[in-house]
């Protein structure tokens, strides 16, 4: 999108942004947490919103001046609701991370006992990573996958809570391809006493669409960011039963962060309401289809897809099989040479550090937001199979990048 303002003014701003854009609108987008935004939200978060100090919440401000961006944060809170069936909800985190310390910093006490998943297995940072103010602050443990399905072992789950005693655990991943059993986790946190937070900021666009069981139930607290596959800007959200409401409310403000961002509140507001629309579901249904066919297609091309496939938005590729001298890092940045985006990741029992890596995720909302469908998604699968199986082939990444623009340029972004 041009702006004219920005162009006349910071030419070199401007430029980086036009580069951004070709770079966005000529490559293949597989990373598997980022999506491209409707116009109607990009026109919200870019607008004079941005202005608003809205410290508080709607009628309880510290601010004068709020009454629109009051009626901006209802709407939002109000559809948010009625989206996922919440009894509270809280637009305000900046981002996934807030979101969840929020939770953690609302219930926990330092050195209060955290059970949850490894990001090395699958989880976030925020689920209790040594580097990660969760893992400074608290007791973690860590329960396991199942080598052989990759599915979470619920079973070490049980005995780990029941041996333990958590005050809290975290459900919920940023890599990982199995739908998630929250019952059991709900059950087990009650038998156990702990709460559970459910962060489904990965899979919340399928949530809505009831493509994968929701959470909210049978979790004390749901949290999500609002631009993986539910498309909206960038920022997270709380939800919790009613009785947590004001404990969630000042955890977030005043307790780990100040004014609230409006301009990105109205961009959820306006994410919600294009949620709740039909044509949403049809959306989440070609998200899974893509990623089915996808995996289907790699997988024929003898790439090992961890826990054999997949039963949502994204997979992972463990690279040891196949390739056992390529890296996720090296692969993802073959892949890149001919304009396919990926992000090298951990797989289950990993045997190279974090920044190499044995694994590529991938993932199929932003490649479905364009309107690609299945059957790209078997050029997509033979150009990665290509590249991968000759991986020092510069000629072949420069003729399969020429066969990527061509590919894009059917589907262009709307900007
Ligand atoms: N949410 C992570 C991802 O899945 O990419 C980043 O924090």
Redesign the pocket.
């Known amino acids: 999108m041009e702006s004219s303002f920005l162009k006349q003014q910071d030419h070199d701003v401007w430029a980086w942004i036009q580069k951004e854009l070709y770079r966005q609108n000529e490559g293949i987008e597989l990373i598997?947490?980022e999506n491209f935004v409707s116009p109607a939200v990009l026109e919200a978060v870019g607008s004079i919103l941005t202005h608003k100090y809205a410290e508080g919440y709607p009628q309880k401000r510290y601010y004068g001046g709020c009454e629109y961006v009051d009626a901006i944060e209802n709407l939002a809170i109000e559809r948010a609701k009625r989206l996922f069936g919440a009894e509270h909800v809280n637009v305000q985190p900046h981002s996934?991370t807030q979101a969840n310390l929020a939770v953690y910093t609302a219930v926990l006490k330092p050195g209060d006992k955290i059970l949850t998943l490894s990001l090395e297995n699958g989880g976030?940072?925020t689920h209790g990573h040594a580097k990660n103010l969760s893992g400074m602050l608290y007791q973690v443990f860590h329960y396991d996958i199942d080598p052989q399905t990759a599915a979470i072992d619920y079973e070490s789950l049980e005995e780990i809570a029941l041996r333990e005693r958590p005050r809290l655990i975290t459900i919920g991943a940023?890599a990982y391809a199995k739908i998630i059993d929250f019952k059991r986790v709900g059950e087990i946190a009650r038998a156990s006493g702990a709460w559970m937070l459910a962060d489904i900021?990965?899979i919340a666009g399928l949530v809505v669409a009831g493509l994968h069981p929701s959470p909210v139930p049978y979790a004390d607290f749901v949290t999500t960011t609002t631009h993986k596959t539910l498309r909206g800007p960038r920022g997270g959200m709380i939800m919790c039963r009613a009785s947590w409401a004001k404990a969630i409310d000042s955890s977030v403000f005043p307790g780990n962060q100040g004014g609230p961002l409006m301009h990105v509140i109205a961009g959820k507001a306006v994410c919600f309401g294009e949620a709740l629309r039909p044509e949403f579901k049809i959306y989440q249904e070609q998200i899974l289809k893509n990623a089915r066919v996808l995996a289907e297609e790699l997988q024929k091309y003898g790439l090992s897809i961890v826990g054999g496939m997949t039963e949502n938005h994204l997979m992972l590729v463990d690279l040891r099989p196949t390739f056992p001298e390529l890296s996720g890092r090296e692969a993802a940045r073959i892949l890149e040479q001919a304009g396919i985006t990926t992000n090298h990741n951990t797989v289950p029992r990993e045997t190279r550090n974090p920044f190499q890596a044995s694994g590529l995720r991938l993932g199929t909302p932003a490649v479905t937001t364009r309107g690609m469908g299945t059957s790209e998604m078997r050029s997509i699968a033979l150009w990665i199979q290509k590249l991968l199986f000759s991986p020092n082939d510069n000629a072949l990444q420069v003729s399969i990048r020429a066969e990527v623009q061509e590919l894009c340029q059917k589907f262009p972004l709307k900007y």
Do not use: C, R
Request: proline share 0%; no cysteine.
């Open positions: 598997a947490s996934g976030h940072l940023s900021a990965h």
